[in-house]
């Protein structure tokens, strides 16, 4: 028997090595012989894969099961779970693309709006915004709408070369401000959405899936765990996919949402920040 073991051991050995996945004809194996996968393969020897002794689990292999396992439930399913189930991928797969683009979106904001601050608070004056050189900061089309709001008061509303209004000067860059918070708050409700519908979605497919087993139930006519597992089956696995999907979703939106908000701060003291110095550069203004 240790060597009909050892015999197995070998030859899942082969298995993982390869990166062959555990089908049907590798498990109808395992049963002829009395063997379990994780009997049989669970351990393999440190420091030398051909020999047997007591050694540390293969990562790989709890893997290949659950993947093997992972396909036998799909193969169960009726086309209602796959349908709720291929609805559950593409939300998935359109919020981690969003995940993702936000992610670096705001990573390369914060970078420039650091850049953009040092080249700002290093000018005694107001810079031309051309020559400030930090392009992927909303800093600088706040900054942009500001000056050209002082601008036009020094050529064309003075004849004095005075700002005539501090509270025009604000409510541009407010505003520049505001369309730059609709940029970053864009496609955030599509997260919220994920997160809020995709577990009754889930839910849809594991009330079916107990309607199913009910149905198999009757059919049989007997309690069996034959009639009632496909049901089961198809319930738990939209139920997992649900959660899967609304997860990282509602934990991604939660986390952008505190970004944008701190945009939206650091924007109010980037605009008093400007506001002050239009302020001490032109000391004769009239509000």
């Known amino acids: 028997m240790l060597g009909l073991a050892c015999g197995n051991l070998c030859f899942c050995q082969y298995i993982v090595l390869r990166g062959v996945a555990l089908n049907s004809t590798i498990r109808h194996f395992f049963a002829c012989n009395c063997l379990t996968p994780f009997s049989a393969c669970a351990r393999l020897p440190v420091g030398a894969i051909d020999r047997l002794s007591e050694g540390e689990t293969i990562p ?38 969003l995940i993702f683009q936000k992610s670096r979106m705001f990573a390369r904001m914060n970078q420039q709006t650091a850049l953009f601050l040092r080249i700002f608070r290093s000018n005694k004056i107001l810079p031309d915004p051309k020559q400030m050189g930090a392009g992927g900061s909303p800093l600088e ?127 109010d003291s980037f605009t008093m920040e400007v506001v002050t110095l239009v302020e001490k550069l032109y000391p004769d203004q009239r509000a």
């Open 141 to 267: 089309s706040l900054y942009s709408a500001g000056y050209r709001e002082v601008e036009s008061q020094l050529r064309g509303g003075s004849p004095h070369g005075r700002v005539t209004s501090l509270n025009a000067v604000t409510v541009s860059m407010q505003l520049a401000a505001a369309d730059e918070v609709r940029k970053a708050e864009k496609y955030m409700p599509w997260l919220a959405t994920t997160g809020s519908v995709t577990p009754f979605i889930g839910l849809f497919g594991t009330v079916w899936g107990v309607m199913d087993a009910f149905t198999g139930l009757g059919t049989v006519g007997a309690a069996s765990l034959r009639a009632v597992a496909p049901g089961i089956a198809e319930a738990l696995i939209t139920t997992a996919a649900g959660l899967f999907t609304a997860i990282p979703a509602v934990i991604a939106y939660n986390h952008f949402l505190h970004d944008i908000k701190d945009l939206g701060a650091r924007m």
């Open 60 to 97: 790989p292999l709890g893997f290949l099961l659950f993947v093997g396992q992972l396909g036998t439930l799909l193969e169960q399913t009726g086309w209602v779970a796959r349908v709720v189930l291929l609805m559950l991928l593409g939300f998935s797969l359109f919020s981690w693309a």
